[in-house]
């Protein structure tokens, strides 16, 4: 497939090598209107570039367009690229309103192109074999899933609108969609009602940065879901490296000192491409541990199963069993994405389609809804 960026931020900066390794993608073009980052990533990999997303998508040769751009500008670019005959795949979230989606939705299905929504925790190697693993039942049927995760979110370089939650900022639209994505792959059921309670806590950066929700699906099954990114603990300190959080933590806040709100959108847009460079033009490295978005327990009837660095670990009555999960094409942990699009390209039916991405962005407005209301709220599926 042949391939153009629509913004080189620190999200495509992330999934980069596994587009750059897939066997099946040919990057081609980038449209990126800041000058350095433009310039440099068409100097290394020496495609097309343009300053404007429309240019791009009148760029014959190009079959997708993998929109990273912010989250305010979605559903121009995905409307642009649909109705220029492009495939789109779009950074969560799909869109910040249900009508923004609905038109999105529409627009893809007049063109006849594939519309589809990532790269989110759901695509993950290890939470698709939770889904196979819930489908067979193997080890009975599902009741529940149980996922948290803390990290230093609110403390990376921001852009003024990613500290507004009116603008899409904060984890509810950002990080949360994440563990949605994963239960809801995983359950492959229908969310039929989310209580939550949001927290924002730093008057200095005033958006939802914590979340403890509860979300219930039509199958029965029940998904416990927290996350903190307000950098007092770290993913990391539970595996053993307490002291690497805590300088990573130390460091993040200390270089947001005294920064204007225009210094630390420059330091954000350099966060991405600009910083991780020379990791993403060398030579590829092989990953050895799957990621995981903090920590993520399934409860079967007859066994508990948790993501792990290889896989999944699986604890019943008197037996551990360990079972492996391969990384996607090209080696990387991220390729599952690409391996999705190709095959819904090619005439298959995704699992991560423009309607799962609206539904994910439901269930991340009754989750803020909820937590105004101090109610039970059922998302507009």
């Known amino acids: 497939m042949r391939i153009g960026i629509v913004g080189l931020g620190r999200a495509a900066a992330t999934i980069l090598p596994s587009m750059i390794a897939h066997p099946k ?18 100097a290394d990999f020496g495609v097309r570039g ?84 819930a489908a067979s039942r193997r080890y009975g049927a599902l009741g529940m899933i149980n996922t948290f995760n803390y990290s230093d979110f609110l403390y990376r370089p921001r852009r003024p609108e990613e500290l507004d939650t009116r603008l899409g900022g904060g984890i509810m639209y950002n990080q949360f969609p994440h563990q949605v994505d994963m239960a809801r792959t995983i359950t492959d059921a ?14 200095d950066r005033p958006t939802e940065a ?20 307000y950098a007092h603990l770290s993913n990391d300190a539970l595996t053993g490296t307490e002291d690497r959080a805590r300088r990573r933590t130390e460091s993040l806040r200390s270089k947001l000192i005294d920064l204007t709100p225009e210094q630390e959108a420059a330091a954000k847009a350099r966060s991405g491409y600009i910083e991780r460079r020379a990791q993403i033009t060398g030579p590829p490295e092989r990953p050895t541990e799957h990621e995981r978005f903090g920590v993520l327990i399934a409860g079967f009837e007859g ?27 090209g080696g990387q942990r991220r390729s599952t994405v690409f391996d999705e699009l190709y095959d819904a390209v090619s005439g298959g039916t995704p699992i991560h389609d423009g309607r799962w991405g609206r539904a994910t962005l439901a269930v991340c407005l009754a989750a803020l809804e909820s937590s105004v209301s101090g109610r039970e709220v059922s998302p507009k599926i």
Request: aromatic share 8%; with cysteine.
């Open 303 to 329: 066994a508990d199963a948790v993501l792990a660095p290889g896989g999944l670990m699986v604890y019943g009555d008197g037996f551990t069993e360990e079972i492996p999960v391969p990384f996607g094409s």
């Open 50 to 133: 343009y300053a404007r997303a429309e240019d791009l998508f009148e760029d014959p040769e190009l079959e997708v367009a993998y929109i990273a751009t912010p989250h305010q500008f979605h559903k121009e670019h995905v409307i642009g690229a649909v109705e220029h005959g492009k495939h789109v795949l779009v950074e969560k979230p799909i869109a910040l309103t249900l009508e923004e989606c609905d038109a999105m939705i529409a627009a893809a299905d007049r063109a006849g192109v594939v519309f589809m929504v990532g790269h989110t925790n759901g695509y993950d190697p290890p939470v698709l074999a939770l889904r196979e693993l």
């Open 210 to 229: 914590s979340v403890a929700a509860l979300l219930r699906f039509e199958n029965g099954v029940a998904a416990s879901i927290v996350y903190s990114g």
């Open 25 to 42: 993608i040919d990057i081609v073009a980038l449209a990126e209107p800041n000058d350095e980052l433009r310039e440099a990533f068409c």
């Open 190 to 203: 229908k969310v039929v009602s989310v209580s939550a309670v949001c927290g924002s806590w730093d008057v």
